[in-house]
């Protein structure tokens, strides 16, 4: 019944001379999310930036094997990167609004998409603000700068932001890490209705988030995979020494 | 612990002191160049160009000086900027996977800033022989552009500099091509640190004197094409200065206050435009 959205095939990551991840292979489901845990230093921020290639930005990194995503291998293909960026909405550690007022941040994307029309993008970017519970805070001041929002606001505006341009997957890279208590489970209520149209892979060392909200976890450790599964197996009943040693919390 | 209070007081006056000699020596300079120069600063001498050769003549005003300077100033400034624009957004858009490189144009940038504007004046006019152009209003364009085009690359680089990876990979995240990335995100998160360098291209431009000797010439004309040559307010202070006639050393004052009010006019214009323009920015 699960398909595989993510293949992630004998990827080896270089960053100059470290090897940052090594032959990483996994499936990542569809339409569930998959939550990467490990320690601190352990590669899955890596894992996860290899995914859209954000890892192209480092001056030595070198990326080998494949990551098919619905079965195109994104690191060979001759598929142009923006597309496949577009493919993949990234939500990172803290939010990082463009500066502009809070209607273009949603619009941006729709903009360099060449929709131009008014009214089109009201109409979406209303969707898309009310689809991540913003509207109602924002509907009044729309043409106020981004930067004029609480950091929890931002991270809600920076997911309808990456919502708006239509991926198919979204990639969060501790998504929580930098918000309250109240922002952080809006941010995780707001992932479990999204699974329903979106694969979802969030990186996290928080083990209570990933037992909330996983369906699929893959447990990193010095850039391998330790073990990976169904969160109920994973965390019930873990094969791996180092799995076991993880979670009754021995390191971190 | 009275040895560190001792320390704490002694650097205290340390730097009131320093901050208080900055203070008088530019009140000095303010003060010196009113006096000599205010007293003559009519309507007639920022209205009128000279009569009667500018080394000898004692009629007539500045106005040839004032309008050389804002066309060069302007015509440079302008130059510099869409030539230097692009530069400074792929040095931190296009090449941010590339850091050894950029460097190395920082270098280069930074090389090309330390050179004296004699040397920009000696090289102009090496190339104007070589062409066969005169002295004239363009050659002084292009000149002092190469001079100014460094430091505003380097500046809007600076400004460029503080943009946060993380708000790159945002944008290149939501499938922006590098050059959407340049003009949407960074050129707009920068519009504080771009004007200053425009301004500070346009002081450089303005008040400096060695690039245009040769290049632009002087002229009691105010000029009407670019072929012709142009007189500079640098250029004014610096010929009717050593003039035995009174009056148009008057000339080379009245000329020097106007220089300090332009220079004061676009440093209060910087920090106006760069408020104002800092609404939408992010704070890091």
Known sequence: MNSTKIHLSKLDLHYGKQHILKNIESEIPEKKITVILGPSGCGKTSLLRCMNRLTDLHPDAHLSGKILIDGTDILSSNEDITNIRKMMGLLAQRPYPLPMNIFNNVAYGLRISGRKKKKYLHHRVEHYLKLVNLWDEVKDRLHDPAVALSIGQQQRLCLARGLAVDPQIILADEPTSALDPQSSQAI?????????????????HILRQAKRIADYVIFMYMGEVIEQGPVNEFFENPKQEKTKEYLKGMFY | MKAKKIEEKFFRVLMFLSTMFICMVLFLILFSILRSGLPYLSWEMISSVPSGGYYFGKEGGILNAIIGTLYLSLGSTLLAFVTGLPVALMMNVHLASMPRFVNSIRLILDLLWGIPSIVYGAFGFTIMIYLGIRASLLAGIITVTLFVLPIMIRAMDEALKTVPKGLLEAALSLGSTRSEISYRVFFKQCIPGMITAVLLSFGRAAGDV?????????????????????????LTIFFQLSSPIEEVRQRAFAAAVVLVIIILFISILTRVLSRKYHKNRINF
């Open chain 2, 210 to 234: 060695a690039s245009v000797l040769f290049t632009t010439g002087f002229t009691d004309h105010i000029p009407t094409s670019l072929n012709q040559p142009a007189a500079t307010l640098p």
């Open chain 1, 188 to 204: 995780e209520e707001k992932f479990m209705e999204l699974k329903e149209a979106y694969t979802i892979v969030i990186v996290t």
